[in-house]
């Protein structure tokens, strides 16, 4: 976290707040530990408002970053658009289109989260839909990694994350989570239905409190040899078996 450039942040109380009431895309903003007065709750009331994560860090950690005066608060600003899912969601059902949603629970890694929001734009995706806690930061590297993806993917930012997957099995999209101790293989889970489909860190996958919303537990096949597929190679082999049973090629 040292010695990024400057452009990439805004320090300063008033500069921040500008950036929030001015809509600009915030991919975090970062609060000096004990810092109160009108101006910090402002930022912490927009930032819940807007779904921009927010993290108290020591003062320390602000000057590491910022030479100058941040007045204990700075916004990294964010490379790429985030939407509402509630705005994607009706116009996917209204264009006549399958619905297709990748979810991301607690996967931190940006090169992940990049390679996963390729294939997801290779399948078909309509949007990547993540928390604000625990969730990889979708910058130059991200974007990166994704080869332009995360460019033309839309990205939802939702907290807390279990009732963004409520509000999609809600909308009659089912809810298709790979996880170690599923029963259900790739190529017999209902996947020309409207899904979404769950990606846990990896370590410890699917948090507890979405894990009792999925609709149905995929278990990918694999050696004794390893835990684990990488949750991007993962994701790529579950959007794989949608467009084959979609038939969704080219």
């Known amino acids: 976290m040292l010695n990024k450039p400057a452009k990439e942040w805004i320090g300063g109380r008033h500069p921040v707040m500008e950036a929030l009431e001015s809509g600009i895309y915030l ?27 927010l993290k108290i860090v020591p003062s320390e950690a602000l000057d590491r970053i910022w ?26 059902f209204e264009s006549g289109e399958n619905p297709l949603f990748v979810m991301l629970d607690g996967v931190t890694d ?8 390729r294939s ?28 332009g993806a995360l460019l033309h993917l839309p990205v939802c930012r939702e ?27 790739p190529m017999e889970a209902p996947l020309t239905d ?3 489909l769950l990606l846990g860190a990896e370590g410890s996958g699917i948090s ?8 149905v537990r995929v278990r990918i096949p694999q050696s004794p040899r390893v835990d684990s597929f990488n949750v991007s190679v993962a994701a ?13 090629y080219r």
């Open 110 to 117: 940006v090169r992940n989260a990049g390679a996963i929001a």
């Open 27 to 53: 991919d975090a903003v970062w609060l000096a530990k004990g810092a109160k007065g009108p101006a910090e709750s402002g930022i912490r009331q927009i930032c819940r408002e807007r779904r921009i994560p």
């Open 236 to 248: 790529g082999i579950l959007l794989y078996e949608v467009m084959r049973q979609r038939g969704s």
């Open 208 to 215: 507890d409190r979405i894990l009792p919303l999925l609709d």
């Open 194 to 196: 409207p899904v979404c």
């Open 120 to 147: 997801a734009l290779g399948a078909g995706a309509h949007a990547l839909v993540v928390g604000t806690r625990d969730v990889a930061r979708f910058n130059e590297e991200a974007v990166k990694a994704s080869a």
């Open 67 to 92: 030479r100058g005066n941040h007045q204990g608060v700075l916004a990294w600003k964010s490379v790429i658009p985030f939407y509402q899912l509630g705005d994607i969601v009706p116009s996917v």
């Open 159 to 185: 907290e807390p994350l279990r009732e963004a997957a409520r509000y999609l099995k809600d909308s009659g999209i089912r809810l298709i989570g790979a996880t170690l101790e599923g029963s259900v293989l």
